[in-house]
């Protein structure tokens, strides 16, 4: 500025803020223009299509359950009858289903499923978690019938969902991938492209067989400093001074030192993650006794009636076996 005029700085900075703003601007309308479907709204999908509204798509929800539309229609969301009718209507269509045998039924069914309507120009994209094999079968139906998918299992859970925080492991059509870039900016705090269809989802399946791990070790230093005498409230505290805080310890420890699962990740999801991570370590021939294990405590607690409880429940496995 020493060596310019104020009125050449002047120009600069309100070039500089123009062409901020009419960038944003440009952003914001390629949102509004984008027309995303989206099947699914369970705990995650409900706050991602939320997200996505509130960010200013324009959003087509269908769910098995109907009436779960109804929130999401007050919010500003179109409704279709079928995942048919949304594909269709809709140029991209995400998916956000329990398990494999949901997200293939979605795409598979005879009657008004995804295939029915999928075509050249339109994209799919399904974020469940679920294993190599379902996501494959998947794109080679929809690449069959001139469609283009990617795959984007996340990491996170229902409140970085609301928050838009989640991380999105996504795998597949790169073009795809790219055009629906300002939709993950709206879902996710990062979007990994992983490359082809299938590393996604094994990429979730390793993230999850960790965490199932690592929550049945919490569980049992939790149950073993309480029946030994100590305050498991204190362990909590000691834990998060030293190299193993972590927000899950952190998040999930005081609820589950009061028996409280309040529904974020259900157990079952968690133990269907362990039991297709399994299914790749045999695949891979990787010995897992850990994952093993742990395994089994989630099947015990399923067994006990609490699959749609927070994972964090299995705890409650871990107390029932040493009665
Ligand atoms: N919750 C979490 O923290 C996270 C979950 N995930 C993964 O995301 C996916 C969704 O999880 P979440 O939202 O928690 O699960 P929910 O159990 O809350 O929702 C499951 C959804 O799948 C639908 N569904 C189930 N079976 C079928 C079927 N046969 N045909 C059509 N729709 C079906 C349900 O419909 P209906 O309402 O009719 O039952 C519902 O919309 C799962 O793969 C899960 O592993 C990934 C990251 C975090
Ligand atoms: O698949 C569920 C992941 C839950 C989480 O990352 O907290």
Redesign the pocket.
């Known amino acids: 500025c020493q060596t310019t005029t104020y009125t050449d700085c002047a120009c600069f900075i309100h070039l500089i803020f123009y062409h901020h703003h009419s960038s944003s601007l440009k952003t914001q309308r390629r949102k509004r223009k984008m027309e995303i479907g989206f099947?699914?709204?369970?705990?995650?999908?409900?706050?991602m299509a939320m997200n996505l509204l509130k960010h200013g798509f324009k959003v087509t929800v269908w769910?098995?359950?109907?009436s779960?539309c109804d929130e999401l229609v007050e919010h500003g969301a179109s409704m279709g009858e079928t995942?048919a009718q949304v594909i269709k209507k809709c140029k991209y269509t995400i998916a956000?289903?329990?398990?494999p045998?949901?997200?293939l039924?979605?795409v598979f069914?005879d009657k008004d499923g995804v295939l029915e309507q999928i075509c050249e120009g339109k994209g799919y994209i399904d974020?469940?978690?679920?294993d190599a094999e379902t996501s494959l079968k998947i794109n080679q139906a929809i690449t069959g019938k001139g469609g283009r998918f990617v795959e984007g299992?996340?990491?996170?859970?229902?409140k970085?969902?609301e928050d838009g925080q989640?991380i999105i492991l996504a795998a597949g059509d790169k073009s795809l991938f790219d055009e629906t870039v300002p939709a993950f900016d709206v879902l996710g705090k990062k979007s990994f492209y992983l490359g082809q269809v299938g590393n996604g989802a094994k990429m979730?399946l390793v993230v999850?067989m960790v965490m199932g791990s690592m929550m049945n070790a919490f569980s049992e230093g939790l149950v073993l400093a309480d029946k030994s005498g100590l305050s498991s409230d204190t362990l909590l505290d000691i834990l998060d001074l030293g190299a193993m805080t972590n927000p899950m310890f952190k998040g999930k420890g005081p609820s589950m030192n009061k028996s409280s699962y309040p529904?974020?990740?259900?157990l079952?999801?968690?133990q269907?993650?362990m039991r297709l991570a399994l299914a790749l370590g045999d695949e891979n021939a990787v010995s897992m006794p850990v994952a093993a294990a742990a395994n089994e405590a989630f099947k015990k607690a399923r067994s006990m009636g609490l699959g749609?409880l927070d994972?964090s429940a299995v705890i409650e496995a871990v107390k029932f076996s040493r009665e």
């Open positions: 099947l699914g709204l369970g705990i995650m999908g409900k706050a769910n098995r359950t109907l779960k995942p956000m289903l329990s398990d045998c949901a997200a039924s979605v069914d974020m469940s978690t679920v299992p996340v990491s996170g859970s229902k970085p969902a989640l979730k999850n529904p974020a990740f259900p079952k999801h968690q269907k993650d749609d994972f």
